[in-house]
């Protein structure tokens, strides 16, 4: 049986959008835990958006990055989207209602790492379909913004760990409850 972990970063007012506002306090030790994490990962799983940006992204940064974007660029994408019709940097979309195309997903072994895909996130939250929710929340408010969690979308959580990098970003992870 699969899981799905999302990975989210938000600032202390909930906003995940444009996280340029990260940039000051990325440091080695995030950089050492999102390796990990997409080390730990079989597939990605992204909303269209995500999917969009990191295709453009990605194939430029794999020279600067190194073995994490030769990860990044080479491993499985599943994509929700309903305007895309050609898939590329391997990825397949999904195909019928999302939910259900992920839980037949989840029915096979492995690990899918959801990474921002807010969308995505909140109606597979909606749906009891992610396993492990890994936020990593900056120490800076930004007043304004798309918050990571819409209206509507309700989870009881059980914290499951948590640390402190040396920059102020805490990084907290839950499970359902």
């Given amino acids: 049986m699969g899981k799905v972990v999302a990975v989210s970063y938000v600032t202390l007012d909930g906003v995940f959008e444009e996280p340029a506002w990260s940039g000051p306090y990325f440091n080695d030790e995030l950089g050492s835990w999102q390796d990990a994490n997409l080390r730990e990962a079989d597939a990605l799983l992204l909303g269209r958006k995500t999917y969009e940006g990191f295709k453009a992204a990605w194939p430029q940064m794999e020279a600067a990055t190194g ?36 839980a037949r997903l989840k029915a096979e072994p492995g690990t899918l790492l959801l990474n921002g895909s807010a969308e995505l996130l909140n109606h597979l939250t909606r749906h009891n379909l992610v396993d492990e929710y890994r936020i990593m ?41």
């Fill in 67 to 102: 073995d994490f974007g030769k990860r990044m660029n080479s491993m499985p994408k599943h994509v929700a989207t309903t305007t895309l019709t050609e898939p590329e940097w391997n990825a397949t979309f999904l195909q019928g209602e999302v939910s259900e195309a992920v």
């Fill in 137 to 177: 929340v900056y120490p800076v408010v930004v007043g304004e913004g798309r918050k990571l969690w819409h209206e509507g979308t309700r989870v009881a959580l059980a914290h499951t760990g948590s640390w402190t990098t040396k920059t102020g970003v805490e990084v907290i992870t839950y499970v359902p409850a």
